[in-house]
């Protein structure tokens, strides 16, 4: 896969969100991400965990965030529920088991910097990247602030500087991403002094899990957090006790958060193809049937016309007819009253005259 | 404002313009407390609730409320439904406020609202549902922009110009449609990637078409809703065939909204039959899904269809304005009380008055916007000079 190729791929991007929809944020197919066979992780064993506080201090130091509120060597600020947040990237919770002999469990939490993650997938400026060495890591300089991340994570991890009001960061763990580059070992991996952090290659720890629970199925829980949750995370939980009672959700589920937009993303070039070409056509057969209308309006108005002149015609030529009827038989009419008119004038005449004969006779 | 109160002949100091005063005024404190000391102080946000009112409502629902735009035109020039027609400018001028509004209030919720373009030009995050609906809101908001036009440019006298961007009505309407069906189903696919937060009743995988058919009938109720009350204060700005066709307008899109919310009614309840997610309609949540199910979605329903079969225009503006209420519902639902339902409810999020007050300001805005240009433009009523062209 050259560069060229995803440079395309970015401008046709540009040009219809459409077009690149399924090259990252797979669809539904048989193909499977298993991580980056040179991916990187953290091993956190749950039973080994003494609840020192001293990754938080580590932490602390290696990222230069604020000094805390309270010093670290205060343990008790364990028992609230604590988060990630902008001053805190990783957080250590104790938590009260009663089944449990030796009492509070301690759970260390960060950003799990999953296989497939849910935040680089929702970042609609690519600030957030999944690299090979398995960080998951953030670029401000590109970033909006538009918190989607914060929305897609599972794990309720990205935090952001809601008192910056024109620079603000999102801030998160990134596992020591420049240390390790370095050669160093993350801050907190490299301040456990109870080995409850192990570092190294994810299919490597994986296995050293695996050898834990197998040795001790007694003590542990035969499940290893982060093996296939949200399809895998770089970061693994092994404990003593269920996952769920010590904040980490067991109903994630193990599907990689891209697949659930895989299908969304993936609709969208059927829509931008298809649309245009269904309204048209609804457009098309609109005007059509207009059209068919108005020639079948104009038809019958012509018709109806024909048929009003036609009827206007015979009506003309019949009231012609008896017009003319009409005019002989007044004319006739006429001519015979004249002509008995006449004959009334003559009669008398001859009756006179025949009055006048019978006197004279 | 004083040049329109002296053109109009009404006197600047009414209720309306005082209260309108006030909150612009409000708006204006608390944006300058926003953009100087961050989100932190003006809004309610945390790390567990990154998104609120400002997204929740201005953003959700705006966008649905806006939809009545591209339903009116296609309605019009697509499907068409020519007695429609005079409802297509207020449509489309309510569509384009309504996004510019939506653009304007994103500035306040973005960190740094100057790379509000760099998903398009500096880095492409594609595999992003908000690259999706933030692409699509642009596009369709200079698509808005070009519908509205003529309008303006009948009013600014430029004839040429006015005539060939007319010519454009039904590509741009069909593009319209594209990138709304595209943005408006994508802002519910928005959730998607959070199953683990939001309540089952509401997260499905069908989320995307819920929004694109619920967007259709707020656009359907807005046209009916906003038609009732554009009449009611600018009937002078009204001809005569607008107002000869109003009430068809609102009888047609009462009886179509009755049919889609019929359809939403169906999808719904197979989304829940789908997923098997019965078993919560028994708890708290369900019986708020239910209030919306049943209070928002099937009785506007009746409502709508009572109100066609007894042709009762005052029925079909209750209906309309219920259901742009249960859109509103809905919308907050899904981001907002629905959302991180896990969390106790010391962690949940609840507005502050700054964040409910810039909400008030940008709709304060709106309205104003809107009654400068309906009490100039061409919108209400055909401008002379292009009766025929219509």
């Known amino acids: ?361 | 404002m004083a040049n329109e109160a002296n053109t109009s002949g009404k006197p600047l100091l009414t209720p309306f313009n005082i209260v309108a005063g006030i909150i612009l005024i409000l708006g204006a404190v608390v944006t300058v407390i926003r953009f100087t000391q961050g989100l932190g102080p003006v809004t309610n946000l945390s790390n567990y609730n990154p998104w609120g009112l400002w997204i929740g409502f201005d953003l959700l629902v705006g966008v649905a409320l806006a939809a009545g735009g591209f339903v009116t035109s296609a309605a019009c020039y697509i499907f068409g439904m020519k007695k429609f027609h005079c409802a297509v400018r207020p449509a489309i001028l309510t569509g384009f406020l309504g996004y510019a509004l939506v653009v304007l209030a994103l500035n306040y919720d973005v960190g740094r609202p100057w790379r509000l373009p760099y998903p398009f030009i500096v880095s492409r995050g594609t595999t992003s549902m908000l690259f999706e609906v933030g692409a699509c809101v642009a596009l369709y908001l200079t698509v808005l922009f070009l519908e509205f036009s003529p309008a303006a440019l009948e009013w600014l006298g430029l004839k040429t110009l006015r005539n060939l961007i007319h010519k454009l009505t039904l590509v741009l309407t069909i593009f319209g449609v594209v990138l709304s069906t595209l943005h408006q189903s994508s802002l519910g696919a928005l959730f998607l990637i959070a199953p683990s937060k939001l309540h089952p009743l509401w997260y499905s995988a069908y989320l995307p078409i819920y929004f694109f058919i619920s967007a259709i009938i707020a656009g359907l109720s807005m046209v009916i809703f906003e038609g009732a009350i554009v009449h009611h204060y600018f009937d002078d700005r009204m001809d005569k065939t607008h107002i000869a066709e109003k009430d068809s307008v609102a009888l047609g899109f009462g009886k179509a909204a009755s049919w889609v919310l019929a359809g939403y009614f169906i999808i719904k309840v197979i989304g829940i039959a789908v997923d098997n997610n019965w078993h919560y309609l028994a708890t708290g949540y369900g019986i708020w899904y239910l209030v919306e199910l049943l209070g928002f979605v099937a009785l506007p329903c009746f409502l709508y269809a009572i109100g066609t079969r007894e042709k009762n225009l005052t029925l079909m503006k209750w209906a309309a304005g219920w259901t742009v209420l249960g859109i509103v519902l809905n919308r907050l639902n899904v981001s907002l009380i629905a959302f991180n339902w896990h969390l106790p409810a010391d962690e949940r999020y609840i507005p502050s008055w700054m964040e409910v007050s810039i909400t008030l300001f940008v709709i304060t805005i709106g309205i104003l916007v809107f009654r400068f240009i309906v009490t100039r433009m061409p919108i209400l009523y055909k401008h002379p000079d292009y009766i025929e062209s219509h």
């Open chain 1, 1 to 361: 896969m050259s560069i060229t190729r995803r440079k395309f791929l970015g401008w046709m991007g540009a040009a219809s969100a459409a077009a690149v929809a399924g090259k990252t944020a797979k669809a539904a197919t048989n193909k499977e991400f298993p991580g980056y066979p040179q991916g990187l992780g953290v091993l956190f064993d749950v039973t080994r965990c003494i609840g020192c506080r001293r990754c938080e201090e580590a932490c602390n130091e290696v990222n230069e965030l604020p000094p805390p509120e309270i010093p670290f060597k205060e343990l008790s600020v364990m028992d609230n529920k604590r988060r990630t947040d902008a001053d805190h990237f990783t957080v250590v919770n104790s938590y009260n088991i009663p089944e449990r002999k030796i009492g509070s469990v301690f759970r260390k939490i960060q950003c799990n910097h999953c296989l497939e993650p849910a935040c680089a997938s929702a970042c609609f400026v690519k600030a957030l990247k999944k690299t090979e060495t398995g960080a998951v890591v953030y670029d401000a300089s590109v970033c909006v602030g538009c918190r989607y991340c914060m929305i897609a994570c599972p794990f309720e991890i990205p935090a952001y500087e809601y008192d910056e009001p024109l620079t603000p960061r999102i801030r998160k763990c990134t596992m020591c991403a420049p240390r390790v580059a370095d050669g160093l070992l993350p801050g907190c991996v490299a301040s456990c002094p109870t080995e409850a952090l192990t570092f190294g290659k994810r299919d490597g720890l994986l296995k050293i899990a695996r050898k834990r629970i197998q040795k001790h199925p007694d003590r542990y829980i035969d499940h290893i957090y982060g093996e296939r949750e949200m399809g895998g995370t770089s970061w693994l939980y092994i404990s003593d006790v269920p996952f769920s009672k010590i904040g980490l959700r067991e109903d994630l589920g193990t599907k990689p958060a891209p697949e659930f937009t895989a299908g969304a993303l993936g609709a969208v070039p059927m829509v931008v193809g298809l649309w245009p070409v269904l309204l048209t056509g609804i457009y098309a057969i609109n005007k059509r049937k207009e059209k068919i209308a108005a020639g079948e309006q104009a038809d019958a108005v012509a018709a109806a016309v024909e048929k009003a002149n036609e009827t206007a015609a015979n009506n003309l030529a019949a009231a012609m007819e008896t017009a003319e009827k009409e005019k002989t038989s007044a004319v006739e009419k006429a001519v015979k009253k004249a002509l008995e008119e006449a004959a009334k004038r003559e009669e008398p005449t001859e009756a006179s005259e025949k009055d006048d004969t019978r006197e004279d006779a």
